[in-house]
């Protein structure tokens, strides 16, 4: 079993900068993409980013790009989302998601989710 621990979230302001944590632990050897994805009220759980569980290869969602990376820390098993140039619409739950597959884009191809962090971006 994999457990996936977020933290990181909070207030910023538009313009402004956060960084998002996610750990996994416990079976990770099965995890081959980690991905973060966000969700606001009312709305599917949307995806933000993902990166190979061996950091070979990162892909983000168009709104995103040139704003948001996503690194992994291979010791500490730690995958990060580095926020930047945040906008009133990046507020939302950001989760954090491990999956045993290649696929990223969707959230039915993970397995493993943590409990979410709230992201606030104040205008």
């Known amino acids: 079993q994999v457990q996936v621990d977020e933290s990181g979230g909070g207030l910023a302001q538009a313009g402004g900068s956060l960084r998002l944590s996610c750990t996994a632990s416990g079976t990770t050897f099965v995890i081959v993409t980690m991905g973060w994805f966000r969700q606001t009220p009312g709305k599917e759980r949307e995806f933000v980013a993902a990166?190979?569980?061996?950091?070979?290869?990162?892909y983000y969602e168009d709104s995103v790009k040139g704003r948001f990376t996503i690194s992994r820390d291979k010791v500490k098993n730690t995958v990060y989302l580095q926020m930047n140039s945040l906008n009133v619409e990046d507020t939302a739950v950001y989760y954090c998601a491990a999956g045993r597959s290649d696929n990223y884009i969707f959230s039915s191809w993970y397995e493993y989710w943590g409990l979410g962090t709230q992201v606030t971006v104040a205008s």
């Open positions: 990166i190979r569980w061996n950091g070979e290869s990162t």
